[in-house]
C-alpha cells in the first residue's frame, strides 16, 4: 500500500471516529446524568475518546512525515533526470537518438549516446498526443547543461522540463494556477515561487505552498507548457519613488 493509501485510510478512520464519537456524544446528552452509572460512562466515553484523538493525530503526524521522506528519496533519485516534451513520435524510432539530437542540433550542448543510461517515451501512446521522453543522464554536469540552455528551444514546439515527483507535479501546478505561470517555476525538483512583493519562496508540496500569501500575484494561472520556467528569473524591479519636487 503507498503512503497516499495508507494517508487516505488514516484520514477514512478518523471522520468515521468523530461521526460514531458525535452521534454516541448525542445519545449520552439524551441520557439522565442523575444516574450514577450514566456519569461514570459519560466519564470512561471522554478519555477513550480523548486518547483515540491522539493516538490519530500521532498517526497522522507519522505518515505525514514518512510521505515527505519518501518524496525527497524519490525527488534525489531523478535528478539526473529531464523530460523532453513535444518531441515528434514515429514507429520504430530510437528515442536516444531523438534526445541527442535535440541536445546537439537544437540545445547546441555537445553529447552522445553514450552520455545517455536511460530513455524512453512515458505514458499510453495516443495518436493525438506526443508523449514526452524521459531521458536520465549519466552525468548530473551534463544534465544541468542541458537545463540551463533550453532556454533555445523557445518556439520550436520543444520544451525540457524537470521529472517531478507526483506530490511536487501536483504543487507545480497549483502554484502556476494561483500565482500565474511566469512567477513559478523548478530548479533541481524544487518549486520556487514569487510572491506578491517578490519574495522567493522554495517549496516541495501543497501544504508548504498554502503558506505563502497571495498577495497581489494571486491571478489565475496563464496558459504555459507543462513545467515551464527556465531557474535563472530575477526579482520584479522595484519602482523607485520620485524626489518630491
Wanted: with cysteine; aromatic share 6%.
Amino acid at each position: 500500500m503507498s503512503n497516499k493509501n495508507v494517508k487516505q485510510t488514516l484520514d477514512n478512520l478518523a471522520e468515521l471516529f468523530n461521526s460514531k464519537m458525535a452521534e454516541f456524544q448525542g445519545n449520552l446528552d439524551k441520557a439522565d446524568t442523575r444516574n450514577p452509572t450514566v456519569t461514570s460512562v459519560a466519564a470512561d466515553f471522554n478519555a477513550f475518546k480523548s486518547f483515540i484523538s491522539n493516538a490519530l493525530e500521532c498517526l497522522q503526524q507519522q505518515v505525514a512525515c514518512l510521505t515527505r521522506q519518501v518524496d525527497q528519496i524519490e525527488a534525489r533519485s531523478r535528478r539526473k533526470m529531464l523530460l523532453f516534451h513535444g518531441v515528434p513520435e514515429v514507429e520504430d524510432e530510437d528515442t536516444v537518438k531523438l534526445a541527442v539530437d535535440v541536445c546537439k542540433l537544437r540545445v547546441k550542448c555537445d553529447m552522445s549516446a553514450a552520455d545517455v543510461s536511460r530513455c524512453l517515451r512515458t505514458g499510453r501512446s495516443q495518436s493525438s498526443r506526443r508523449r514526452p521522453i524521459l531521458v536520465h543522464f549519466n552525468d548530473v554536469a551534463l544534465r544541468d547543461k542541458v537545463w540551463f540552455a533550453k532556454t533555445a528551444l523557445r518556439g520550436s514546439g520543444i520544451v525540457i522540463s524537470e521529472f517531478l515527483t507526483h506530490p511536487r507535479h501536483a504543487a507545480f501546478m497549483a502554484a502556476r494556477e494561483r500565482f500565474g505561470v511566469d512567477k513559478c517555476w523548478t530548479r533541481e525538483g524544487v518549486i520556487v515561487v514569487l510572491d506578491g512583493d517578490g519574495g522567493r519562496h522554495r517549496v516541495t508540496s501543497l501544504a508548504e505552498l498554502e503558506k505563502i500569501p497571495t498577495g497581489m500575484s494571486g491571478t489565475a494561472g496563464l496558459a504555459g507548457t507543462p513545467h515551464e520556467g527556465d531557474g535563472q528569473r530575477r526579482r520584479p524591479k522595484r519602482q523607485q519613488k520620485k524626489a518630491p519636487a
